[in-house]
């Protein structure tokens, strides 16, 4: 196979274009794209030492080696061959490349400008809708507690836009002075305006800008012996002065600045971002990725491509710590998106070189904590293996629960762990379809059936299957994984509650063939972990229960009032949001709901 790959070698041209690798199985595990294809194949495949042998560690030479053909695409530029790998890695997701996963989005903040009186909500998607966006933020806490600086300092609204429109009289936040309540109060356009402006300046981190501002407005009105007015200036100058306090100022110009740098070690590569806006640092988030073939140059390459498509703000500059081969082209793409100069920069000196440093001890710093995290989660891992006496290391844990009372509205939930965490965009629901009777065995055979027993769709399966229930569930569980032939494939215990009434101090493991529960002996983090994956499952499927069961009391309850037809249901339920609501709510603010008459409120009341 050696040969035939540098058989192909000696045909590639040397023109620009896309490069995709196979696997044994013809499976596209890698896309890159090159100025020149001949030369870029070559670095990977020609042993080190030989002529144009690529710099590459042994976790990349270990990775090519599963690498068995490659097809080549020429393109006329770079341009293009940038373009069509963005594609075709889009299209094959191949696991060796660098992909930002779509559920790893940060919360940006949202103003909705298109609104009379504009107010600021937390997203975690970005949408082309006309309004303006701001962060991302590096956590929720961190979306929030800018969240609560802006109406203690600003008093922009804080309600919802649905909200908003509908109400009649202004809400808690107007009575304790932090909202004007342009919702129900005569408040001037221009003068909300004039806040919207600087919340926005505030967002975009030119805070020294907006203090000089207000206090010329101060001065001014002090001027104008409009003292009342001077004194709430005052008042905002000193608050964003304290914020402004906080802050780290990290240039001494007030350029908008993206800090990529990287770190990696054999299992993980991570990328730290740091975003400077207006010369402050003003937070920093990062990026983690596992097994892949680039570089660190092409990583970043790939990370700026992937990034910067999807986010809302690019700044002027994006700093990085390696020379990029595929700068320009970059730079151009940029650009061209955000419709204004993007330059990227590999400082060599000054403040820059000092902010590439900064991101570069903050993403050793993640690495180093990412590291220590998996370390303990594969260590777990690797002793419930021995413990359980597994002959493959539990590296997807799948566990189920189910939920009901009396029998009603019976559901299941199945969670997921991948190397010790849990990865909650794998987890799924499952309403009971065919059991009439409360009957938790009947549940459980019913769920694991339409788990495991689609054949090829089922896949892939677990290392570990995890059932809630001591040796009764266990059996249960064992027979329809019989019935399916799936015995070989994974491994299944049951873990089940202690009883106290016997003296007992420890929840208990049953495996099948194994009288007595397994002994943990000294291990009780094992008999802990697995005992949080059962929790999990638990929290999980109660969730979902309660949302069903609150689901049909609501319709329940409108049942019974004379005149609410599914429209008026609807109406009620998308205005005050739940039940709870709509029975706190006054008379006057029912009938001003479309198709809510006096008599259906009265109604509505006495429920
Ligand atoms: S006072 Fe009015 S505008 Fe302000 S947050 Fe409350 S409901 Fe919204």
Redesign the pocket.
């Known amino acids: 196979m050696a040969m035939s790959l540098n058989d192909k070698l000696s045909g590639t041209t040397n023109y620009p274009g896309v490069y995709l690798m196979k696997d044994a199985e013809g499976k596209v595990i890698y896309v890159g794209k090159a100025k020149n294809l001949k030369k870029r194949l070559s670095s990977y495949f020609k042993q080190s030492g030989q002529k144009e042998s690529r710099q590459i560690d042994l976790k990349t030479r270990v990775l090519i080696k599963k690498v068995l053909s490659f097809d080549t695409i020429i393109t006329r530029t770079e341009k293009e061959a940038l373009i069509l790998e963005s594609n075709l890695i889009k299209e094959y997701k191949p696991r060796y490349n660098v992909i930002l996963k779509d559920d790893k989005r940060y919360p940006s903040l949202r103003l909705d400008i298109k609104s009379q009186y504009p107010g600021l909500n937390i997203v975690r998607k970005i949408e082309k809708n006309g309004a303006r966006y701001f962060g991302p933020f590096s956590s929720s806490q961190a979306v929030r507690q800018t969240l609560k600086i802006i109406h203690k300092t600003f008093k922009l609204?804080?309600?919802k836009t649905k909200?908003?429109r509908k109400?009649l009289r202004?809400?808690l936040?107007?009575q304790i002075g932090i909202?004007l309540?342009?919702?129900?109060l005569d408040v001037d356009k221009k003068t909300y305006n004039e806040i919207v402006k600087e919340v926005v300046l505030f967002l975009k981190g030119r805070t020294p800008e907006l203090i000089k501002k207000i206090k010329e407005q101060m001065t001014s009105a002090a001027k104008d012996q409009d003292y009342e007015r001077a004194a709430v200036l005052r008042d905002k100058m000193f608050a964003l002065e304290k914020i402004l306090e906080k802050q780290v100022a990290v240039t001494t110009d007030l350029k908008d600045r993206d800090v990529i740098a990287i770190a990696d070690s054999p299992e993980i590569s991570l990328i730290a971002l740091l975003f400077v806006r207006g010369g402050y640092l003003l937070g920093k988030t990062r990026f983690s990725f596992t097994k892949t073939i680039s570089t660190k140059a092409e990583m970043v390459s790939a990370f700026i491509r992937q990034y910067y498509e999807k986010t809302h703000f690019i700044p002027q500059e994006v700093l990085v710590p390696i020379p990029l081969e595929d700068t320009c082209v970059l730079e151009d793409w940029l650009t061209a998106i955000n419709q204004k100069k993007v330059r990227i920069l590999y400082p060599r000196r000054g403040e820059k070189v000092q902010l590439v440093k900064m991101a570069a001890h903050n993403a050793q710093n993640s690495l180093k904590d990412l590291t220590a995290s998996t370390d303990a989660a594969i260590d777990i891992s690797i002793r419930l293996q021995k413990r359980l006496r597994m002959d493959k290391m539990p590296e997807r844990i799948e566990c189920f629960d189910n939920s009901n009372i009396s029998g009603t509205e019976p559901v299941a939930g199945m969670v997921v762990f991948e190397n010790g965490k849990p990865n909650k965009s794998l987890y799924r629901k499952y309403k009971i379809k065919t059991v009439d009777k409360q009957n938790d065995y009947a549940y459980m055979a019913e769920i694991l059936a339409r788990r495991y027993g689609k054949g090829e769709k089922s896949k892939p399966y677990p290392d570990l299957l995890v059932v809630d229930g001591g040796k009764g569930h266990l059996n249960i569980a064992l027979s329809i994984i019989k019935k399916f032939k799936l015995e070989k494939n994974f491994e299944i215990i049951g873990i089940a509650k202690k009883d106290a009434t016997r003296g007992e101090t420890n929840d208990k493991i049953y495996q099948p063939g194994r009288a007595n529960p397994v002994n943990f002996g000294r291990a009780g983090d094992l008999l802990l972990f697995l005992q949080r994956i059962r929790d999990e499952a638990h929290r999980f499927a109660i969730s979902f229960h309660r949302k069903r069961r609150n689901k049909r009391s609501i319709h329940s309850v409108f049942d019974t009032v004379p005149g609410i037809g599914k429209k008026r249901k609807e109406t009620l339920l998308k205005h005050f949001g739940s039940i709870d609501r709509i029975s706190k709510a006054t008379l006057e603010e029912l009938v001003s709901l479309p198709g809510i008459n006096r008599k259906i409120a009265e109604a509505l009341k006495l429920k």
């Open positions: 609204r804080k309600c909200n908003f109400r202004p809400c936040n107007y909202c309540a342009p919702c129900c």
